[in-house]
Structure formats: C-alpha cells, structure tokens
C-alpha cells in the first residue's frame, strides 16, 4: 500500500477533536496500533486579509496562537477522506496541511 505523512497545524483548543477525526476515519494504524500521532507544541503567526474570515485575529493585525503540529500515516487511497475529515472539525478558514509520500522500510 502506498502510504503518505500528513502534517496538520492545530491550534490547541481544538487538537483533540482532530486527533480523534484522524483516528476515526482511518488515519495512524501503524500494525496492530490505531489512532497513532505525534504532536509538537509552537506557535503559529498569520495575518488575515481584508477577504479573510478568522476564527482567532482580526483582519490586517498579525496573530500569535499557540498550535500543535499533528503528524500522522495512512494510506494514500484513504488520505481523501481523512483530509475532509479535519476540516469538518478544524476551526481556521485555512487549514494548514502537508503531506509527505513515503517509502516502506523493505524498499531501502
């Protein structure tokens, strides 16, 4: 299975929502394990424009907000759905994501 490493910005009043939408939709089984992530604590800075809509800052004043990197595996066919599934749960107009294709370890 081709697998992808997703990588979601969260502001920290709503990382357990998203954990719990990355898990329950398929996101971080890892063998016999589910609902695998890792997270690091930072802070994450933008300003909204005038189209802007924030959930957290006003328009044109650049914003601080204390935010989790939420960092997880699964399968490229099902990253879809997963990726649909934070942003029903994720407060920003804008979701931060990346996402990393990855190797398996028999591939080296």
Do not use: Q, W
């Amino acid at each position: 299975m081709d697998k992808v490493k997703i990588v979601v910005f969260v502001p920290l009043t709503h990382t357990e929502i998203v954990r719990e939408a990355i898990g329950n939709f398929g996101g971080g089984v890892i063998g016999n394990y589910s609902h695998c992530t890792f997270s690091s604590k930072g802070v994450g800075r933008f300003k909204p424009n005038e189209r802007a809509n924030p959930h957290i800052g006003k328009k044109n004043k650049l914003e601080e907000v204390g935010e989790e990197r939420v960092e997880f595996v699964c399968g490229r066919n099902e990253a879809r759905k997963i990726i649909d599934a934070i942003k029903k749960v994720h407060p920003y107009e804008e979701v931060a994501l990346d996402i990393y294709p990855l190797i398996e370890e028999d591939e080296l």
